[in-house]
């Protein structure tokens, strides 16, 4: 197989939820998988809705991901190429111009439902004479433009539905132009899928009638298609689509919170595979568990707790050298021994921030500790140099000195050590703290 060439195309009227980031994820890891390349594309050729800040949005969304693309393109910028293929279109007799108003095709849609017939367009543009047209253009309307489908069934072989068809006789000719010379999104779809050899076209399935009216159209452009794959949708936990416009899990309002970009990749891709949801810490592990073909048919529902645990199991088990950049940019100054004292009790990474506190000495003890049991803990305690054997050297001599054992011995250590009842191994924590800061708390 040649080297894939895949596309991820938002439009940038809002920011991307993690329905999307599905969909870039798996053309992503896709083409990786085949080493391959990855376009982003912006369909923005709606110029009132599109904005160069939701554009910029999004790549810093994607960056975010951990997506890099190969290339950028913007629809807006290649109108040229979308005219001289309507043009091509036009004189080989696909593309023919229609003057109905919309009142007067929901005059017709009414009129087939009355008589239980589809809602297809009855092609009466196609019969109009030159000088009906003129009529219509002299009166002030302007033609939009539908493109004449072959009234067959279009086949294909999908790459997670297997052999799927489109009837198109139960298809009304797509408007590819509207009257105000605007294109809808099919053609310049094609047109630049064509021009940048895309290979493989994954989307979601709700574009599944969308390619059974774009085979056609690359066929008469271009004489082939690339392979169509339709990967099942994300739904909200009660099973509602999810909004771009309500902004729904947006993959920015997920990095706001502090999820691990990992996290979220995991469990945008794996939700609804073949695979059980876990945490992938790298791109390369999770593009390896991605197979196609093996995706669920059915909607998957996007838990936000379930990211919650994801996420906390990715920390658990990152090294230093994956978090090191970020603890900085948080305020937080760690080293190894300190993260992977703490790795294992964090949520969300900026968590480490109060065990960096702790280990400086910002505690809160709490009242009514036993001043007898600490004073015989700190006689027990040792002098530095301390390692990870030290705390359990230092209770022994705590059992033996105060016949203590169990919660009633280590609990009150805890409290008085980091104002906490819960918290990472103090085996792990005891040598971070440090002599001078342990007297000063057990004192
Ligand atoms: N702009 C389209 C969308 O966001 C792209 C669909 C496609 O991948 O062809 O739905």
Redesign the pocket.
Known sequence: MTAPIVRF???PTGRIHIGNARTALLNYLFAKRGGGQFILRY?DTDLERSTREFADGIATDINWLGIKPDHVIRQSERFDLYDEAANRLRAMGKLYACYETEEELERKRKRQAARHLPPVYDRAALKLTDEEKAAFEAEGRKPHWRYLLDDRSVTWTDLVRGPSHVESASLSDPVLIRADGSYL?TLP?VVDDIAMGVTH?I?GED?VT?TGVQIQIFETLSGSSPQFGHHNLLTNASGEGLSKRLGHFSIASLREVDMEPMAVASLAVLVGSSEAVRAVPSMDELGALVDLSRLSRAPAKFDEHELDGLNARLLHQLPFADVSARLAKLGISAHEAFWLAVRGNLARLGDAAQWADIVAGLIKRPDGLDADFLKSALECLPSEPWDHETWGAWTTKVKEATLRKGKDLFMPLRLALTGLEHGPELKLLLPLIGEQQARLRLA
């Open positions: 195309a938002p439009s369909d999104y779809s076209v989307r574009h969308n």
